[in-house]
């Protein structure tokens, strides 16, 4: 609906444009000497009729089922302008060239049918003159000029027609490969969505776990994970490519499906290094320039933590006493460095564990003090639901520059 109001109100700035000229050029006649005025009464008609034109163009604006009449409006210019030149001295009027106006509104539809349509209505304009006064004959140099200017204004016409069918083919063009890019990326957003944990019912119950993501786009370049491990534990990663959308988000498949696929290697560190030969594939590594910051962990049975961390440094261990410390290293992201080791703690009943990426941060000023910030709001949370809700509540409430996604696991052997 709003697209045709649109277009409606479109002819009403087209007609009054015309109707300005033709109101313009009767009061300069009527009001400058030099300026011939041969029949003050047809000018006046002609003047009349754009106005009414100009209603009637208003009326399509407010009723846009009247729009199917378009055409009529720039057809009544041509009448209008013909009384006006006929008023003003017929052949030697100097307000002809107003007529262009109605030649290339009809020309710039479509329809190779709007070349003709404007010719018509010009050479109606220019014989007009016969038709209001005695036929007197048209001397061969009257025929020669008024066969230029219809020559000319078909000229005019079939140019303005070819130029708006390829505009017009072009944009369809353009919407086609968007509509089919749009089709790409919603399909790539399922895809994301699909390699998401749900819950942790498959976790051994030792584990509760809560997380969610919210891309900057439809595709994000963060992703998190978790799934339990042979062992009798569970193993937790949380990744965050460089850059957004799609190429970030296959980046980011790709990784944790390396990470996922080594479940048999107890240290997490060798998952990153099968990662970083993954990444590596092409002679020109055309993918190495990408890097992704990294936190994986795997919590054995007895609450045993291994973890390791490539550039991202923004895991906390929240203990049940209150204490809280990040577990950060000085190790280089995956796509930058080549080889990683992991470290080891022992979590206490109710230790909790949360990651997050940068994004997050950006909920909290984005500044220096950021940091510190969501330090305090850790502290102000002990349920690890309460807190992913907090802070998926606080990225739905503006757009983000960054995708925000959290981890947070809390281990409660039984």
Same mark, same amino acid.
């Given at each position: 609906?709003?697209?045709?109001?649109?277009?409606?109100?479109e002819a009403?700035?087209k007609?009054g444009?015309?109707?300005?000229?033709? &109101? &313009?050029?009767?009061?300069?006649?009527?009001?400058?000497?030099?300026?011939?005025?041969?029949d003050?009464?047809?000018?006046?008609?002609?003047?009349?009729?754009?106005?009414v034109l100009?209603?009637?163009?208003?009326?399509?604006?407010?009723?846009?089922?009247?729009r199917?009449?378009?055409?009529?409006?720039?057809?009544?210019d041509?009448l209008?302008?013909?009384?006006?030149?006929?008023?003003?001295?017929?052949?030697?009027?100097?307000f002809?060239a107003i007529?262009?106006?109605p030649v290339?509104?009809?020309?710039a539809g479509?329809?190779?049918w709007r &070349?003709?349509?404007?010719?018509?209505g010009?050479?109606?304009?220019?014989l007009?003159?016969?038709?209001?006064?005695?036929?007197?004959?048209?001397?061969?140099?009257?025929f020669?000029?008024l066969?230029i200017?219809?020559?000319v204004?078909a000229a005019?016409?079939?140019?303005?027609?070819e130029?708006?069918r390829r505009?017009l083919?072009?944009?369809?063009?353009?919407?086609d490969?968007?509509r089919?890019?749009e089709?790409?990326?919603?399909?790539a957003?399922l895809?994301?969505?699909?390699?998401q944990?749900d819950?942790?019912?498959?976790?051994?119950?030792?584990?509760?776990?809560a997380g969610?993501?919210?891309?900057?786009?439809t595709?994000?370049?963060?992703f998190?994970?978790?799934?339990p491990?042979?062992?009798?534990?569970?193993a937790?990663?949380?990744?965050d490519?460089?850059?957004?959308?799609?190429?970030a988000?296959?980046?980011a498949?790709?990784?944790r499906t390396?990470?996922r696929?080594?479940?048999?290697?107890?240290?997490p560190?060798?998952?990153?290094c099968r990662?970083?030969?993954?990444?590596?594939?092409?002679?020109a590594?055309?993918?190495?320039t990408?890097f992704?910051?990294?936190?994986?962990?795997?919590i054995?049975?007895?609450?045993?933590?291994?973890?390791?961390d490539?550039?991202?440094?923004?895991?906390?261990l929240?203990?049940?006493?209150?204490?809280?410390e990040?577990?950060?290293?000085?190790?280089l992201p995956l796509?930058?460095g080549a080889?990683?080791?992991?470290?080891?703690?022992?979590?206490?009943?109710?230790?909790?564990?949360?990651?997050?990426?940068?994004g997050?941060?950006?909920?909290?000023g984005?500044?220096?003090d950021?940091?510190e910030?969501?330090a305090r709001?850790?502290d102000?949370?002990?349920?690890i639901?309460a807190l992913?809700?907090?802070?998926?509540?606080r990225?739905a409430a503006g757009?983000?520059?960054?995708? &925000?996604?959290?981890?947070?696991?809390?281990?409660?052997?039984r």
């Amino acid at each position: 609906m709003f697209p045709a109001v649109h277009r409606s109100w479109e002819a009403v700035a087209k007609q009054g444009l015309v109707a300005t000229l033709v &109101v &313009v050029a009767a009061v300069a006649s009527a009001a400058v000497p030099w300026l011939l005025v041969t029949d003050p009464a047809r000018m006046w008609q002609g003047v009349a009729l754009a106005l009414v034109l100009l209603a009637v163009s208003a009326a399509m604006g407010r009723w846009p089922m009247l729009r199917r009449w378009e055409i009529v409006v720039p057809l009544g210019d041509f009448l209008a302008i013909g009384l006006l030149r006929y008023g003003t001295g017929d052949s030697q009027s100097v307000f002809l060239a107003i007529i262009v106006l109605p030649v290339i509104w009809i020309a710039a539809g479509p329809g190779r049918w709007r &070349v003709l349509v404007p010719l018509a209505g010009v050479c109606a304009t220019l014989l007009l003159p016969i038709v209001l006064s005695e036929y007197r004959g048209i001397t061969p140099s009257e025929f020669v000029r008024l066969l230029i200017a219809m020559l000319v204004y078909a000229a005019v016409g079939a140019v303005v027609n070819e130029l708006s069918r390829r505009s017009l083919r072009k944009l369809t063009s353009s919407q086609d490969r968007r509509r089919i890019a749009e089709a790409e990326v919603t399909a790539a957003a399922l895809v994301q969505r699909s390699l998401q944990p749900d819950d942790g019912s498959e976790l051994p119950a030792a584990f509760r776990i809560a997380g969610a993501c919210v891309p900057a786009r439809t595709v994000g370049g963060d992703f998190f994970d978790w799934y339990p491990t042979p062992e009798g534990g569970a193993a937790f990663t949380l990744g965050d490519v460089m850059g957004k959308g799609v190429g970030a988000g296959m980046i980011a498949a790709a990784v944790r499906t390396v990470i996922r696929s080594s479940l048999d290697d107890i240290d997490p560190a060798a998952a990153f290094c099968r990662t970083a030969v993954g990444l590596r594939t092409g002679p020109a590594d055309l993918i190495g320039t990408q890097f992704t910051t990294c936190f994986h962990a795997r919590i054995d049975a007895d609450g045993i933590l291994s973890w390791v961390d490539a550039g991202h440094g923004l895991t906390v261990l929240k203990r049940a006493d209150g204490s809280a410390e990040f577990l950060r290293s000085g190790h280089l992201p995956l796509g930058v460095g080549a080889s990683w080791a992991s470290s080891r703690t022992r979590l206490g009943p109710g230790d909790t564990l949360v990651s997050v990426s940068d994004g997050v941060l950006d909920l909290f000023g984005g500044s220096l003090d950021s940091v510190e910030s969501y330090a305090r709001f850790l502290d102000q949370h002990d349920d690890i639901d309460a807190l992913v809700a907090d802070l998926v509540d606080r990225a739905a409430a503006g757009e983000q520059e960054d995708d &925000v996604t959290v981890l947070a696991v809390t281990w409660s052997p039984r």
